[in-house]
């Protein structure tokens, strides 16, 4: 099965996105903070990861770039999770490697297809 | 000794004062204690209710026990359903609004928008907000013109921002009088959060101004600095008044990329009101306009304020036309700090022509020689950190 | 009856009343807090703060961190000010002539380089900046190593003419932020840009607690009888000082570890005077005294909100340090103010809040000590009798004690940081604690602190081309240099 990991510091936002993406058949994991999220992958490399940008201590692109900087999982695919108006988040996100964005408050539906987006590019790719 | 002072009346003194507070600290442990007690249910049936939730916002069908709840199984469906309005948008927040319409939940908060107090008056106007239904909007409308409480009105403002509808963009923009019925940063921020449905009333109060009659007043800190607080005297009225509206209007603008506004943005620039000039000249830096830079260059001018100057430096970086690079450079070694700071800051911008103009200033001991430095070594910085993300073809001119 | 007899007798009585009047405004006070801390903690549910993060609009906030000899805390603290929620950020890190490897750290983990960095001269600075570091990868970070000159003022200057935002946030290295401390801190400016010109947050013990990544995860009470007095006293005094002044419009006084004010007011009143700590209790002194003379509409904003922790000294020699500077800081504004002193043009501030400081802060310290000694002799010898002291005891301590229990119970019902039972029970041992021991040491050291002042100031004098310095007057010292040279080092 293709495994997802979430990365967010808000548990409800977590929820909503584990519940919509098991339903639409992924194994999903989830992390609270970016400490978290880099020792779950060191466990297990994921299919594919939707990385909040704001997170108390280490940001979202911090554990990007140290990924980046990982032959593992330099290739990861990562979708950023971000705030309205966070251009440079966003742009800062782009230039190291991210695959996507979606902007916070979310639709579920439109989260799901970019993800099987994001993967089914990647496959072909 | 004055006779009152008796052994009784101390004892009496100190009695009092320690039931007092042991009576204070009682309450406090039972306070606590309730507080904990009432968490752990509130957890509990929360995780009860979650699982229909969230099948509801992923549009996989609304339990019918969502819609009926009651009591604690209720009042955890409506926070839950808060919460939630406030993290999704499209297909999932409809729902939610749905469901909080047919728990009769929106009635029930606009009743409680009339009430007495006025925290509970702008809890329901932020709930309002986040429902943003049609007659949430309405009620939002009322309450933003209307409240007594200047916090209220504040939140009522801020969840019309969120309403979406070209109403509201009216509406805030009305808050906006001789006196403000909600601080003026707090329209701006709305008419943002309403994106493309505020445009035309941003426009129409852009379209409405003297357009070079008279003459604007400079804002009480003009020239403090590129950014400084945009802000301006309250209570004033007319003309500046519309000024100011003008000049928030155009901020809006800029920042919402309205790129047909161009060509008013381009009058505003040319106009006489200081206050609409810089943001008019901000907006077109943001919107990049290749065709204003002519216009704003003539605001480099050294007779024209200190503000001006430093916003046009500014977006002439933005905007990245050649013509700029000499009408830049002259304004390297300003006396004015932000003027000769944001102008070396573009001409790092500019490309091979504006680093080269930087070398030349740099190399000789030229008064804005500092600035031209400061604006080399940033950009090299930048440079190299590009090159080692993204791999750009070498050949970084210019840099000494 | 003696003379002595005599003096005694009346001083007992005078302080008996001196600690029910001071006591009573601190009751007043402290109700008007609660007050509004209990109506602002119901409001934080739709405060905004998020909005303003998402808002294009917010102002950008320049951090001033001066900094001397904080190896060990500098890069948690300096990440900490980095990852904070704010749109628009820079964090500048003066290193007052750091002897240790305060610059080294930072320069190891942000990885910085050397850079040109042209230095305004709108405040007064002396020591001369040696070097402008920024890290290589593009953070909003800068450091500028400088030649210290004793005291943090000089620092805070260099570091705000180095600034580009228009709000300046000064900060010391041992404070840890909340994460969206900013957003709190700079919403009174987003709602109110005209008038608004700073705003001060309440501040907790940062001793004790879970620290993460610079910032403040598990707030605790801390154990051990100096850290656990002073939190249950920051407790207090906060609510009191802060919350409660400003209740009343503009005569709120912004003093420590953590407030924000607005670039163009601190150039405005000439930045901090070289030969003083640079606190914000001198910059807003001088705000009010410049702006109630340009007769300009100004609010202080503040912020009941915890969302600042610092670190309390645990230490006796540190802390009696640490308390004679404050009461030396207090001295010194209200003696370059001392024009603004019971002065009708200065409005409340002139007439209330200043002679409140005047009378109960600094005078009060010597009287204070004086009826401690008083009651313990003239009971001692005979000349008390013991119903008398045991109303001074109810007056002084009795009633002070009640105060902290209000204010703990205050945070108890507000904020309610702290969860565990075991921190609600330190902070009443606290509350209790103080008032035996604690409080009569702390008397000592005001005193020392107002000599210190009085005493030092005679030096500073000197140097100084008039008595009375102009609060926007010229000041004493060479000029620094222009841009950062490549001197030194």
Redesign the interface.
Known sequence: MTSVLVVDDDPDVCDLVRYKLEQSGFDVRRASDGDQALREVDAEVPDLVLLDIMMPGMSGLEVLERWRANGATEKLPVIMLTAKAQENDVERGFELGADDYVIKPFSPRELARRVTAVLSRRQSA | MPSFITVRFLLAVIIIGAAVALALLLLVVISRTARFLLGRRRARVESQVRPAMLQAIAGEGVDAELVHARGGRGRAVDRLAFAYLARVRGEGHDLLADLLEQRGVVSRVIRRSAWPGPNWRAAAASMLGLIASTEADQRLQEMALGDSSTRVRIVAARGLGKAGTSEAADTLLSLLGPVDLVPEGIVASALLELGPEAVPALRQTLRSGPGGVGSGQPGPQAGSGPQAGNGHRRGVPGQQLDGRRRAMAADVLGLLDVMPAWEDLVRCVQGSELLVRISAVRALGRLGVPQAADAIIRCLAPGEDGALRSAAARALGRIGSPHSVGPLTACLGDPDYWVAHNAAAALAMLGHAGRQALARTAAVNAPGAPHAREALVGARLLVSESVREVPVPSQSGGTP | MSAVDAFV?GFAWFSIWYFVVLNTIYLFLIALAAFNAI?SS??T??S?L????????A??ISVVVPVRNMEDLIVGSTRGLL?L?Y?RLEIIVVDDGSTDGTFWRLQDEFGL?E????I?RELDMVGRVFSVH?P???ERLLVIRKESMGRPADAVNTGVNAA???LICRIDADTYLD?SALLSLAKP??????ETIAAGATIRVANGCVI??G?V?VPRVPGGWLPTVQAAEYLRAFLLGRAGWSQVRGMLFISGAFGLF???VY?LVGGFHLYTEGDDLEMTTSIHHRLRDDRRRYRIAFVPEPCSWTIVPSRYKVLAHQRARWSQILSEALWIHKVMLFNPRYGGVGLVVLPFYLLFELIGAFVELLAVIVFILGWAVGIL?P??V??FV?AGL??A??LT??SV?TE??TY?RYGS?RD?ALL?YGAVAENFGFRQIYTWWRVRGVVDAILRRKATWLEAPAGTPDVTGPQPGEPAT??ASRAGR
């Open positions: 007798r109506g119901r409001r549910t739709f905004g998020g909005e303003i993060f998402h808002s294009p609009l102002p950008g990852n929620r749109p380089v850079v040109e960095k042209v305004r920024a290589s990868s593009g580009q935002y228009p994460e400016f987003v709602e109110d840009p005209v993460r990544g910032r995860v607005r670039r163009d150039e009798n119903a008398v045991l109303l109810a009795g009633y004690t009640f229990i209000i119970i108890e019902i309610h039972w609600f009443i222009r841009a």
